[in-house]
């Protein structure tokens, strides 16, 4: 076909009036050139290389008359996950310490405990033996030792059942005393217990009975001429029996400090009397049947033991006495881990 026009005879065209319609004929040719855009070709993803060789999957797949096959695309363009075909070295073989752990997790619970138990004992007796036989531990444990003896507790009693023989006094002294089976003491000249004599601060309780005038006893005494004297004096008052207490000291056979005070008590017979008296350093407190009748304070004497004695006219029966020091827990506990400290 050449660049030139035709012209195509059409049909004859009906005319209306005094004009003529009619249609031109198509022309055909080509038109100006359009330019197009055309995308760059895409690189080729590099392959994959595996030291161990190409990966193929090849698989069979069934399916029944109803399965619905969904197609994945693979992604060659990811490296593979895991590497194929590795050489991987032996595992080692357990050692025998790893062999005696697995076996002793499996021995029950309580078999471990009492194991443990024993061993920590036998090693614990041994470390015992072994310390016990060195000097070093020897002479600590002679130090301890002295130490709880001094630490420990002491209590002196004395009901008067096997006689006097606890008690001490100037020559002559035990003929001015008596007792009885039934347990009963009549003080004479001044006696002192004689475990008390050490002692600096302690408490001594007893039970008495004024036969007549007085019942008289002595604390931190250290000797016939120096001492604390207490006295539990009745009188009589009408038809009534009153009580007073008498106190002073006596330092180098000389009495000084002497107070009488009446007491808030009275009686119409005689009765038994429980006397207890507190020594506390300089502090001195005395207790009747649990009341409190009298406190006081001197320092002339720092420590001596504790007696009993009757002036001229004077007569007293003591029924029992108990002297303790250091009667606290801890002193109880050391009294007991030293054998016969607690009497």
């Given at each position: 076909?050449?660049?030139?026009?035709?012209?195509?005879?059409?049909?004859?065209?009906?005319?209306?009036?005094?004009?003529?319609?009619?249609?031109?004929?198509?022309?055909?040719?080509?038109?100006?050139?359009?330019?197009?855009?055309?995308?760059?070709?895409?690189?080729?993803?590099?392959?994959?290389?595996?030291?161990?060789?190409?990966?193929?999957?090849?698989?069979?797949?069934r399916l029944g008359?109803?399965?619905?096959?969904?197609?994945?695309?693979?992604?060659?363009e990811d490296p593979?996950?895991?590497?194929?075909?590795?050489?991987?070295?032996?595992?080692?073989?357990?050692?025998?310490?790893?062999?005696?752990?697995?076996?002793?997790?499996?021995?029950?619970?309580?078999?471990?405990?009492?194991?443990?138990?024993?061993?920590?004992?036998?090693?614990a007796l041994s470390?015992?033996?072994?310390?016990?036989?060195?000097?070093?531990?020897?002479?600590?444990?002679?130090?301890?030792?002295?130490?709880?003896?001094?630490?420990?507790?002491?209590?002196?009693?004395?009901?008067?059942?096997?006689?006097?023989?606890?008690?001490?006094?100037?020559?002559?002294?035990?003929?001015?005393?008596?007792?009885?089976?039934?347990?009963?003491?009549?003080?004479?000249?001044?006696?002192?217990?004689?475990?008390?004599?050490?002692?600096?601060?302690?408490?001594?309780?007893?039970?008495?009975?004024?036969?007549?005038?007085?019942?008289?006893?002595?604390?931190?005494?250290?000797?016939?001429?120096?001492?604390?004297?207490?006295?539990?004096?009745?009188?009589?008052?009408?038809?009534?029996?009153?009580?007073?207490?008498?106190?002073?000291?006596?330092?180098?056979?000389?009495?000084?400090?002497?107070?009488?005070?009446?007491?808030?008590?009275?009686?119409?017979?005689?009765?038994?009397?429980?006397?207890?008296?507190?020594?506390?350093?300089?502090?001195?407190?005395?207790?009747?049947?649990?009341?409190?009748?009298?406190?006081?304070?001197?320092?002339?004497?720092?420590?001596?033991?504790?007696?009993?004695?009757?002036?001229?006219?004077?007569?007293?029966?003591?029924?029992?006495?108990?002297?303790?020091?250091?009667?606290?827990?801890?002193?109880?506990?050391?009294?007991?881990?030293?054998?016969?400290?607690?009497?």
């Amino acid at each position: 076909m050449s660049g030139t026009r035709r012209c195509l005879v059409s049909p004859p065209q009906p005319q209306i009036g005094p004009r003529c319609f009619g249609r031109p004929a198509p022309a055909l040719g080509f038109g100006p050139p359009v330019p197009v855009k055309v995308p760059p070709p895409k690189a080729a993803p590099a392959p994959v290389r595996n030291s161990a060789g190409t990966l193929v999957w090849k698989f069979r797949v069934r399916l029944g008359p109803h399965a619905r096959v969904i197609p994945v695309r693979p992604r060659f363009e990811d490296p593979l996950p895991v590497a194929l075909s590795l050489p991987r070295e032996p595992e080692p073989l357990p050692s025998l310490w790893k062999k005696l752990t697995a076996r002793w997790s499996a021995v029950p619970l309580w078999v471990r405990q009492v194991a443990a138990v024993v061993v920590l004992a036998a090693l614990a007796l041994s470390s015992y033996v072994y310390l016990k036989s060195s000097p070093a531990m020897q002479k600590a444990n002679t130090e301890l030792v002295a130490h709880i003896q001094r630490r420990a507790a002491i209590d002196i009693q004395d009901d008067f059942r096997a006689g006097l023989s606890q008690w001490t006094g100037p020559p002559g002294w035990s003929n001015t005393w008596t007792y009885d089976a039934t347990g009963f003491a009549r003080p004479g000249r001044l006696a002192l217990l004689a475990d008390s004599a050490p002692l600096s601060d302690y408490h001594l309780e007893f039970l008495a009975e004024i036969d007549r005038k007085a019942v008289a006893w002595v604390f931190r005494a250290t000797d016939a001429r120096n001492y604390y004297a207490c006295k539990l004096v009745e009188s009589k008052r009408d038809a009534v029996t009153a009580y007073s207490i008498v106190r002073y000291a006596v330092i180098d056979g000389r009495e000084r400090l002497r107070i009488q005070l009446p007491l808030p008590i009275t009686a119409t017979a005689k009765s038994m009397f429980r006397v207890r008296q507190e020594i506390r350093g300089d502090q001195f407190t005395t207790y009747l049947d649990g009341h409190v009748i009298d406190t006081w304070s001197d320092t002339s004497l720092a420590r001596g033991g504790f007696g009993f004695f009757a002036d001229p006219g004077e007569t007293a029966y003591i029924r029992w006495v108990d002297v303790a020091y250091q009667d606290d827990a801890w002193g109880r506990i050391c009294a007991y881990l030293v054998p016969g400290k607690h009497n």
